[in-house]
Nanobody, 123 residues
Framework: QVQLVESGGGLVQAGGSLRLSCAAS????????MYWFRQAPGKEREFVAA????????YYADSVKGRFTISRDNAKNTVYLQMSSLKPEDTAVYVC????????????????WGQGTQVTVSS
């Protein structure tokens, strides 16, 4: 099993930047593809970004492409989401997830999920 803990959320003005982190437990982090999702109030959870086991492949939702960057440090068991040019519509709880499979699919449901961290972008 993998346990995931997100951090780095907060309040930021539109146009600003924020970096989220997700720390994973265990010694097999590099065997898991990692994902970021988000859920805004009253809306369904949506895919944000994915990164393959060693970071060679990355995939983004159209809504964040060019503004967000997913990365990982397998030595630190951590995945990151660097968010720039933030917009009020980026306000959501951001959740990281892990799965042995790497999928470039909005509808993919990873096996393991964190609790999430709140990101609020003010206008």
């Amino acid at each position: 099993q993998v346990q995931l803990v997100e951090s780095g959320g907060g309040l930021v003005q539109a146009g600003g930047s924020l970096r989220l982190s997700c720390a994973a437990s265990g010694r097999t982090f590099s065997l898991y593809a990692m994902y970021w999702f988000r859920q805004a109030p009253g809306k369904e959870r949506e895919f944000v970004a994915a990164i393959s086991w060693r970071g060679a492949r990355r995939y983004y939702a159209d809504s964040v492409k060019g503004r967000f960057t997913i990365s990982r440090d397998n030595a630190k068991n951590t995945v990151y989401l660097q968010m720039s040019s933030l917009k009020p519509e980026d306000t959501a709880v951001y959740v990281c997830a892990a799965d042995r499979d790497y999928r470039e699919s909005y509808g993919f449901e990873p096996d393991y999920w964190g609790q999430g961290t709140q990101v609020t972008v003010s206008s």
